[in-house]
């Protein structure tokens, strides 16, 4: 295999759930710009048309797939859609995650099931789901999970997101012990900061903490802790999601990846 087809996703179809803005976006862009077709899985349907509508735009293949993971039914249409429109599925991105912040002293139970539902139940019901597609399809597929730098560094107000991330991992861990046997691998990509429409919030937040200074003095402040010396773009975590999809990552499976600019080695 040339180092051209060792990069080359062509002929492959990806779903990425929460792929309408943010890291999902950057992740769906990057596949469809190495070949793969994606089907972009959101809740916002007008947002996911519009990625849709770019990939296309550029000679790509793309669908929008209204889609909440948390929900079988939802997730059974993603695979209808998907098939109906592709053939076949090779690529799962478990991307989709939700993150209002609350301590655990004022958190509501409605509020650590919203968020256990969404980020962990809903990549085990893909999963579930999708897994019997991908070994059908042949190609030694891959799951890949988007995790957090939270499972090894935790801030107050983000309990339910930390356990649901730390529980995400300890699933892709079974998920390539399970499917190893069909050639498919799972791993985790876990980011650091990056910027995006959601991280804005916690900016935001860490805004307020500091006497609220601007987002880009708290952007400026938060860059200096990264060795690297700045926030990651969607596009930087979309690149490393992407390698793992690739037949250059072929023997890399139950692992979680950091791409965070370096910020774990500081915690």
């Not at 059974?76 to 655990?104: K, R, W």
């Amino acid at each position: 295999m040339n180092s051209q087809q060792l990069f080359d996703l062509s002929g492959r179809v990806a779903i990425v759930t929460g792929a309408a803005k943010g890291i999902g976006m950057g992740i769906a862009q990057n596949l469809a710009s190495v070949g793969c077709s994606v089907a972009i899985a959101d809740l916002d349907s007008i947002e996911a048309e519009n990625v849709a509508s770019e990939i296309r735009s550029k000679g790509d293949q793309a669908i929008a797939v209204s889609t909440d993971v948390s929900d079988q039914t939802s997730v059974e249409n993603l695979c209808s859609q998907t098939m109906s429109s592709f053939g076949h599925i090779d690529i799962l991105v478990n991307n989709a995650a939700v993150y209002p912040m609350s301590p655990i002293s004022e958190m509501t139970m409605d509020l650590w099931d919203h968020v256990l539902n969404v980020n962990l139940r809903g990549a085990f019901l893909m999963i579930r789901q999708l897994a019997p597609e991908i070994i059908k399809a042949g190609s030694k597929g891959r799951i890949i999970n988007i995790s957090s730098i939270n499972t090894g560094k935790s801030y107050v107000g983000m309990p339910h997101y930390d356990s649901s991330k730390g529980g995400l991992e300890a699933l892709t861990r079974s998920c390539a012990l399970e499917y190893a046997e069909h050639g498919v691998t799972a791993n985790v990509i876990a980011p650091g900061a990056v910027k995006t429409p959601g991280s804005m919030t916690v900016r935001g937040n860490l805004a307020k903490e500091r006497g609220d200074p601007t987002t880009a003095e708290v952007d400026a402040e938060f860059a200096s802790r990264i060795p690297l010396g700045d926030w990651a773009t969607p596009d930087m975590i979309g690149q490393a999601t992407t390698l793992l999809a690739t037949p250059a990552a072929s023997y890399i499976t139950g692992q979680t990846i950091y791409v965070d600019g370096g910020l774990k080695l500081t915690i």
